[in-house]
């Protein structure tokens, strides 16, 4: 029988990975679980035949310091209405929401995607594509509008 009283949400904070937090808002309060929500990230490095530009540890900072600032803010938006966690993590966007469901044994992965296609989906990726194909956990993907 499928539960989801532990329930990871990764978002990118678009207004697709908002409705991705609603849905599992939605979902825990059915439950009676709760959420983390988690936003990975890689830092910036720029590859020269010569070397690598990798951003100084202010940069880096700043980057931190604005992540985390926005996911309480996204967690404020549902106080009082389940339990909610937040993490910000580096690594590679689909590895660490992987490592992170597997780590705190989640019950479901809740993820948008944004539906980009042709070159606007080769240039960017899909996280949620990749998380859908490497996780061990059930996905729950929340459609974004199409671009």
Not at 18 to 28: F, G, H, N, S
Not at 32 to 48: S, V, W
Not at 82 to 111: C, R, S
């Amino acid at each position: 029988m499928f539960r989801a009283k532990n329930i990871l949400v990764a978002v990118d904070f678009s207004e697709t990975s908002d409705r991705a937090v609603e849905a599992a808002v939605e979902l825990a309060q059915r439950f009676d679980g709760r959420i983390t929500i988690l936003h990975a990230y890689e830092i910036p490095a720029l590859g020269f035949p010569d070397g690598v530009l990798v951003a100084s540890s202010e940069v880096v900072a700043r980057i931190s310091s604005a992540g985390q600032t926005a996911l309480q803010a996204l967690a404020e938006r549902h106080h009082g209405k389940i339990p909610i966690e937040t993490k910000l993590k580096t690594g590679v966007a689909y590895e660490t929401v992987n490592e992170v469901a597997e780590e705190m044994n989640a019950d479901v992965i809740v993820i948008g995607t944004h539906g980009r296609r042709g070159i606007a989906r080769a240039l960017l990726g899909s996280v949620a594509e990749n998380v859908i194909r490497t996780a061990t956990r059930p996905v729950l993907v929340i459609h974004g509008l199409r671009e």
